[in-house]
Structures are given as C-alpha cells and as structure tokens.
C-alpha cells in the first residue's frame, strides 16, 4: 500500500453520505465559524461535478441566487459538513456538467431519473 494513502485514510474520519452522483440535486448542510459562534447553514443545489478520489474527493454544487449562478466546492471528507441529503436524482450522460454555466431558465433544468422499485 501506498504510504500517503495509508496516512490519509488514518487522518480523516469517516462519513457516510448517501449515494450520490452528479447531476443529483442536494442539500448540504455544513457548519460556520463566525468569530465564537457556530451555525449549520443549507446549500441546496445541482451537482456538477465529482473530483479525485480518497481524502482530496470533493464534489461540487452549483445553484442559482437572484439569477446568478453559485457554485461551491466541498471536500468530501471535510469535518464541516454535517448532513447530506438528496432531494432529486437527475438524469444526465455526462460526468462534468459545465455546459450548465451557459444555460438559463428552463433549459438549465435536469430531467429526473425514474428508480424502479423492484
């Protein structure tokens, strides 16, 4: 085994998220400092792309506030990050989704994928 992955997987602690995949639409609830204080704050949004693998994955979302675009990084590994959660699974035949930077309205939509139950 390789010896910086062996310290890295001694170093971070383990979350468990559910399974999610780009194009997903999310809610990430993590924490922040505000000089003593600490709050949990929601980011709601698409998905666009996962990146790396081990403890530098990180993964990230973009959303629209006030008809601009946002897109936020998280580390997947990262102690900030208090909850998960997937709201929509997206139907999408790409792993990177920057087309989505230059699209507006309707069109910067994703179809959702449809899950059997069987």
Do not use: C, H, W
């Amino acid at each position: 085994m390789d010896a910086i992955k062996f310290v890295q997987e001694q170093m971070s602690k383990k979350q468990e998220y559910p399974a999610f995949r780009t194009g997903d639409n999310v809610v990430v609830s993590y924490k922040i400092v505000e000089g003593a204080k600490e709050r949990i704050q929601s980011y709601r949004g698409d998905v666009i792309k996962i990146n790396g693998e081990g403890a530098t994955k990180t993964f990230t979302v973009r959303k629209i506030s006030n008809g601009i675009g946002v897109e936020r990084i998280f580390p997947y590994a990262g102690p900030a990050i208090v909850d998960l959660k997937v709201l929509k699974r997206g139907k999408v035949r790409r792993s990177k989704l920057y087309y989505l930077r230059s699209l507006v309205g309707k069109k910067a939509r994703i179809k959702e994928r449809k899950i059997s139950k069987s």
